[in-house]
């Protein structure tokens, strides 16, 4: 991108249609699809047929893990599985014993178990339960127990679209309008693991009493 481009898109002028491209794809949904892989779910084959029901049993006072539920309920979706009362449970658990953003996943043919002692556990452990049903053809999870915690505690990521806090321009993401983290690009950073992001700025630039 030249620099009259970018000086004109930071002026909320229209943007360049290759720069559009870029914004479109941050805000598009993340896709779920996955080919065909074989894989039934073997002892867990059609444990969906008759639906889902989500049991939480895991405090969230502040509702952190709202955007990880909307994630699992179109999961759901995507595999025409009917969430209704009285059908295969999905029991989300607190345990304390577990550490930060340590989770324990155990599936089968009766149930599925998310346990974890954190929100962020329990997040990180949504995310990999939703690659398990999708990883299955049909209306499955695959079966297993599994238990995994972070071995890197701090993964930042920075938006290559966000300007940087230098000369010649000296713009940052907070400088004006424009949404360099739209809600969908956020869910997938989620998804792969990121929990910080990297914004350039200088102390000198904050409010001070």
């Not at 895991?58 to 209704?84: C, G, H, Q």
């Not at 059908?87 to 550490?99: G, M, R, T, V």
């Not at 004006?176 to 998804?191: F, M, Q, R, V, W």
């Amino acid at each position: 991108m030249n620099p009259e481009h970018y000086l004109a898109y930071t002026k909320m002028e229209p943007p360049p249609e290759a720069v559009q491209k870029v914004i479109d794809d941050l805000k598009s949904p993340l896709a779920y699809g996955k080919p065909e892989t074989g894989n039934s779910g073997g002892k867990t084959e059609l444990c969906f047929s008759n639906g889902t029901t989500l049991q939480i049993d895991f405090p969230d006072p502040e509702n952190l893990l709202e955007t990880a539920y909307a994630s699992f309920y179109r999961v759901m979706s995507f595999k025409n599985i009917v969430v209704k009362e009285n059908s295969y449970p999905f029991i989300f658990q607190k345990d304390a014993s577990l550490s930060l953003e340590e989770f324990v996943l155990e599936t089968n043919l009766e149930k599925t178990v998310l346990s974890a002692a954190d929100t962020e556990g329990l997040r990180r452990g949504i995310y990999f339960l939703e690659d398990r049903i999708l990883e299955t053809d049909g209306p499955a999870v695959t079966s297993g127990r599994w238990r995994r915690s972070s071995w890197v505690k701090h993964r930042i990521s920075r938006c290559f679209f966000g300007p940087t806090y230098r000369g010649p321009f000296f713009i940052d993401e907070l400088a004006n309008d424009i949404d360099y983290y739209p809600g969908e690009y956020l869910n997938k950073l989620a998804h792969e693991g990121i929990n910080g992001l990297w914004l350039t700025m200088y102390f000198r630039d904050f409010p001070s009493s």
